[in-house]
């Protein structure tokens, strides 16, 4: 019974050392799997970095190349200037893209210093063309602003002008029948003084032959 005793133990003292093994087998595996899922992560936001910085580079070199900065610095600087900007700045993209922790070593301050020169000159002509702009939006407005005045004052004039038309119709038209009533009664005042005339000149020439006619009669007596 001893015996018997003892292998149950040992049976049962190895199921569990084997469980125990399992159990930190999965644990193992299951810390692999974790840690192999943190390194992708972090690789793959490596990644995610090195190409937005990669985009963000590229994007800043065409700007500057867009705007004339890089042009400016060209056109102001010798050939080997030139060489030595193009040389530097593919040193800098590569190790931007490649070596994205490491720093930035002393011999990268000229690529730095002439980059930000011609970042520098992208922004200056930017805010020109910008206050340009400005410039000729309120060169607009204030055209626009001269405009609809000059309008008003032309719609103003032709509406005073139109007033004073019909204002002197208004009075010709007064005036020629003030004008013809003038007439009119000149008229009648001729023809009344003409009437008058008339009727005295007959009233004499009655009185005359009522004279003659008193002669003849006189005349006949005798």
């Known amino acids: 019974m001893g015996n018997s005793d ?31 899922r943190q390194m992708r992560a972090l690789k793959s ?12 580079l590229d994007i800043c070199f065409k700007e500057i190349k867009q705007f004339g900065g890089l042009n400016q610095i060209s056109r102001q600087s010798k050939r080997e ?3 030595e900007l ?20 002393p011999n990268n301050v000229l690529i730095e210093n002439k980059l ?20 000729e939006k309120e060169e607009k407005a204030k055209k626009a602003v001269q405009s609809k005045i000059a309008k008003e004052r032309e719609k103003k004039w032709a509406k005073r002008v139109k007033n004073e038309r019909r204002n002197t119709i ?21 023809r009344k003084e003409r009437d008058e005339k008339t009727k005295k000149i007959l009233q004499s020439l009655e009185v005359q032959e009522s004279e003659y006619k008193k002669l003849q009669a006189i005349g006949g007596k005798l």
Do not use: C, W
């Open 6 to 36: 003892e292998s149950s133990n040992e049976g049962s003292g190895d199921e569990s050392f084997g469980n125990k093994s399992k159990r930190a087998k999965k644990e193992s595996l299951a810390e692999l799997v974790a840690h192999d």
């Open 81 to 83: 200037d030139e060489e």
């Open 116 to 135: 930000n020169k011609a970042v520098d000159q992208q922004k200056k002509e930017k805010k020109n063309l910008e206050n340009s702009e400005q410039l």
């Open 170 to 190: 208004k009075y010709l038209r007064k005036e020629a029948k003030n004008s013809a009533k003038l007439f009119i009664e000149k008229r009648r005042q001729i």
């Open 86 to 105: 193009e040389d530097n700045y593919d040193y800098l993209y590569h190790q931007l893209q490649f070596q994205p922790t490491i720093a930035a070593q």
């Open 45 to 56: 936001m490596l990644k995610d970095e090195q190409e937005e910085k990669t985009e963000r």
